[in-house]
């Protein structure tokens, strides 16, 4: 038994570097908010866990309602929720009906629409807990501009929150 009982690894989605092209952003390193594995960096994701878990280590992970565009990541990925979502129609707009960016040209994903909370719950269930990982941060429920509009204004910002309680205990 170790004293750790919980890592936390807000990497798992990868990291990018923010502000290079004189942007919008700050210069830094951060995420790719496009919530599955980046096997590149973690290249034995559910073997990590598993050991981790046979130490009496649970592993807890990160995610929030904005989507990054990955086509334009140099690493592999599986997926584009990014462009799922815009497919779908899953997007907070603008008062003008474009699709709402900021930080660094992500989209936020309209979780006061039904079928886009299933879907991001979805993305919770099969991206993350179906490979061992136990619990998460959420953030950015707050981030919807006061220029946006969702499907139901005014319940996104809570909804984020909502989620984990939506899952159960795990």
Same mark, same amino acid.
């Given at each position: 038994m ?5 890592v @936390? ?17 700050? =210069?830094?390193?951060?995420?790719? @908010? ?20 046979? *130490? ?57 629409? =039904? ?29 919807? =501009? ?10 996104? =910002? *809570? ?5 984990? *309680? ?5």
């Amino acid at each position: 038994m170790s004293d750790v009982v919980g890592v @936390w690894l807000q990497d798992w989605t990868g990291q990018r570097v923010f502000g290079e092209n004189g942007g919008r952003d700050l =210069p830094r390193v951060g995420l790719w @908010w496009n919530w599955e594995v980046d096997e590149s960096h973690y290249q034995n994701w559910t073997g990590l866990i598993s050991e981790l878990a046979s *130490r009496g280590i649970k592993v807890l992970t990160y995610i929030n309602p904005l989507l990054s565009n990955v086509s334009q990541r140099e690493t592999p990925y599986r997926h584009n929720y990014y462009r799922e979502a815009l497919e779908e129609g899953f997007a907070v707009r603008n008062g003008d009906g474009t699709v709402w960016t900021g930080y660094s040209d992500s989209l936020l994903v309209d979780l006061s629409n =039904p079928s886009a909370y299933q879907w991001m719950k979805n993305m919770i269930v099969n991206n993350m807990l179906a490979t061992g990982v136990c619990g998460w941060m959420c953030d950015f429920g707050e981030t919807v =501009p006061a220029t946006g509009k969702t499907s139901q204004w005014g319940r996104s =910002p *809570r909804l984020p929150l909502s989620l984990p *309680r939506d899952m159960g205990p795990t």
